[in-house]
């Protein structure tokens, strides 16, 4: 009887193993998605749209991956002495270029200690004759000098920042520019990037409400 016992406790284990493998391998192979390639054999157009918001900085490698079942593009470039991460897809339409803000996130937890201490984020809508000249040259430089309508300023750990939405090329994009005119983030909104996927979220819903309904 014992040692029925233990052979099925054995037996037990291996399938359990054996599941946490097949786990890890498709994990694996969800992550393995990503593969560096050299610049030059990305598309010309998501070639072009890098060395634009590069600035011109030397990019050799990206990394080629899928997003939203959509081919995109990433790479860092030292722009103004700070590193910054660009993605665009394969026609050359920007995703988002944003400063890599992991050092100073790492430097203000050390300050911190212990504490974890949340500090509030305060925004406010402010005049365009209030915005700094550098972050004005910053907001044209990145638009494609589109038209600013409007602007909130947002104040976090002493630092201001400022944001806007803007039209560029018939895309929505938020662009937000640190006080002293550094681009810290520009992102195509999410309405333009992910249309399907909200299309196939709302799908989704109004078939879990029909379902409701039939119950």
Do not use: C
Request: a negative charge; proline letters at 1%.
């Amino acid at each position: 009887m014992k040692n029925r016992h233990w052979i099925l406790a054995a037996a037990l284990s291996v399938s359990l193993a054996s599941g946490f493998v097949v786990k890890a391998r498709a994990e694996e192979k969800d992550e393995g998605d990503e593969q560096k390639i050299k610049l030059t054999d990305a598309p010309q157009a998501a070639q072009d749209a890098i060395a634009k918001e590069s600035k011109g900085a030397k990019v050799e490698t990206v990394d080629k991956e899928t997003r939203d079942g959509k081919t995109v593009y990433e790479a860092d470039a030292i722009v103004d002495g700070k590193n910054h991460e660009i993605v665009v897809d394969g026609d050359g339409k920007v995703i988002s270029n944003k400063l890599d803000m992991e050092e100073d996130e790492k430097g203000e937890k050390g300050e911190k200690g212990e504490k974890g201490e949340k500090e509030e984020k305060d925004e406010v809508k402010v005049p365009l004759d209030q915005v700094p000249a550098a972050v004005k040259a910053t907001f044209a430089k990145e638009s494609d000098n589109a038209e600013v309508k409007e602007v909130e300023k947002e104040s976090e750990k002493g630092k201001n920042a400022y944001e806007t939405k803007v039209d560029i090329n018939g895309k929505k994009y938020e662009i937000k520019v640190a006080e002293d005119g550094t681009l810290l983030k520009k992102q195509l909104k999410m309405g333009e990037k992910d249309e399907h996927k909200g299309k196939k979220e709302k799908d989704e819903d109004d078939e879990k409400e029909e379902k409701g309904e039939k119950k």
